[in-house]
């Protein structure tokens, strides 16, 4: 295995970052009050995303070991959609009757399955592929990471319908936690080899503040399930 670019080793060390933001929500859940298991569920898919972020950049960013790169790719990306999938599954039990869950669940299912399948056709390398939102030679979104984004943004809208349910004090880490995740979308604009003049790896900083995005995820859950008023926890943690 050759010795990775800047660009590269940048990439992957941060990508620590994400394995580190599933790891510890879920130890700080056991630590500090264990939230549903829908939560649970959705940190350990951080995790196993983070595993694939490294695997993509250590292994498959230059000169692919284990595999080649587009499969390294399609499951970075694959996985954070899953992500998404799982927080959609989640908010939905937050705040959701069993009526609108019967039909939304199935249709978050699908949107994961479709967004998955789309990736993955787009990363063949048998598939032509150009980015679905061009931004010329700074980069752009190919369909799997549009597809992800609109996954997220699609997340946020489901709490936003419900936010007078949500305490004053979470709404306002709900609203960090999506700063955070616009910020990253503005550095994930950028191609995965995008530094800028002299050490502003832009890839590498989006894998650190998409982390951050994790962890005010998990606080802002927290203060939900474990520092609201007992009647408002009560019903946030049902199903």
Known sequence: METLPNFGLANTVTGFATLFSGCLPLALSYLMGKQ????????????????????????????????????????????????????????????????????????????????????????????????????????????????????????IALFVAKREQIPKNAVRLLLLTAALFFAGMLLATASNDKIIYPFIPLHALWHLVSAYGFMTLWAFNHVRFHQQPAEMRGMATAG
């Open 36 to 155: 549903p298991g829908r939560w649970m569920f959705v940190y350990w898919m951080i995790l196993v995303t983070g595993i694939f972020t490294i695997t993509l950049h250590g292994f498959g960013e230059t000169n692919p070991v284990l595999g080649a790169r587009w499969f390294w790719a399609f499951l970075d990306t694959g996985s954070n959609i899953v992500v998404t999938w799982a927080v959609g599954l989640a908010v939905l039990g937050d705040y959701y009757d069993a009526k609108t869950r019967r039909w939304a669940a199935p249709l978050c299912t699908l949107l994961m399955i479709v967004g998955v399948a789309w990736h993955f056709y787009d990363r063949l390398p048998s598939t032509e592929r150009a980015y679905l939102v061009p931004l010329g030679d700074w980069g752009g979104f190919y369909p799997g990471e549009t597809w992800l984004i609109v996954f997220a943004w699609s997340n």
